[in-house]
């Protein structure tokens, strides 16, 4: 999808991390900014600090895990700006780590009612007004674990993965209706972000610990706004799979070749 300024972009998880880069990102394309995130105080810092970079933004405290949240979000969206071109479903938490038998039901809930049911909520809402329009894309935030295994996380290692497969399902299923319509999942390795912070903070019994990082993958750390334009040029490109990250293609690719040779064993 060609991003113009004039557009309309709604971030959700905005107030930090990925979404504020992606949003200072498609801000500094002249792009329109909808900052929807569930701390509000979080949520003034980031809106003042885009101003401040000359981005038009609009903040809407937002949970996406409830449909009415996400439905206000959208006509608040449309009741400021009139239009939606580009729709980021990023708002994640992470849980704590532990082999899957060692589990809370609480931590799976939490993680499948946001990073599943978030993206679901988000594409359920402002589908229509994206086909109606003619042209627009959603950009699915998942992880380097939608795309192999991700031993001591196993609720977002599945949400991930549903994440990866709704928007490649997704994209096609908005093709077919509107050529003009298309659907991206951004799958990160490691990013510098208060990700383990903020999640603990939400919800202290099953977030993450702040110490480290949560995902355990090889090699360096990516900076939000570096992210933030392989990303953009990945929508440019109409690109279904956005992969970033040192370790990724090689994890991806093990576990490509794990399925092919089982298949060959299976002929
Ligand atoms: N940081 C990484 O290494 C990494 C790697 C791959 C994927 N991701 C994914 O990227 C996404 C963004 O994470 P981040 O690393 O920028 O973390 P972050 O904590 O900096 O940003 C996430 C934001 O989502 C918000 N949020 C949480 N629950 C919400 C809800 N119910 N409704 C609305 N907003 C909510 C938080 O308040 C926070 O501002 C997540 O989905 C995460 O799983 C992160």
């Known amino acids: 999808m060609r991003i ?48 401040a970079l000359g981005v038009e933004v609009l903040g809407v405290v937002t949970d996406v895990g409830d449909p009415e949240s996400v439905a206000h979000l959208a006509d608040s969206t449309m009741g400021h700006f009139g239009r939606v071109d580009i729709v980021c479903n ?3 938490v992470v849980g704590a780590q532990a082999p899957m038998w060692e589990q809370q039901p609480q931590t799976w809930q939490w993680l499948i009612n946001i990073k599943l049911m978030g993206v679901v909520h988000g594409v359920t809402t402002f589908a229509p007004l994206l086909l109606q329009h003619g042209t627009g894309h959603f950009l699915n935030t998942a992880s380097a674990g939608g795309l192999m295994p991700l031993p001591t996380m196993t609720p977002y290692n599945a949400t991930m993965h549903a994440v990866v497969g709704l928007t490649e399902t997704l994209n096609l299923e908005l093709r077919a209706v509107a050529p003009g319509v298309g659907a991206s999942v951004l799958c990160p390795g490691r990013v510098a972000t208060g990700l383990g912070t903020n999640s603990q903070a939400l919800e202290p019994s099953v977030g993450a610990a702040a110490t480290g990082n949560p995902q355990d993958l090889a090699g360096s750390v990516l900076d939000p706004a570096e992210l933030a334009e392989l990303t953009v040029a990945g929508i440019a490109a109409d690109a279904v799979h956005i992969v970033a990250g040192a370790g990724v293609a090689a994890g991806a690719q093990a576990r490509m070749d794990s399925l092919l040779r089982d298949l060959d064993l299976g002929a």
Not at 18 to 46: M, T
């Open 90 to 92: 990023n708002a994640g």
């Open 4 to 51: 113009e300024p004039g557009q309309v972009a709604v971030v959700t998880g905005g107030a930090s991390g990925i979404g504020y880069g992606l949003a200072a990102g498609l801000g500094s394309r002249g792009v329109k900014i909808v900052l929807a995130d569930i701390r509000q105080a979080g949520l003034i810092e980031a809106t003042t600090a885009l101003t």
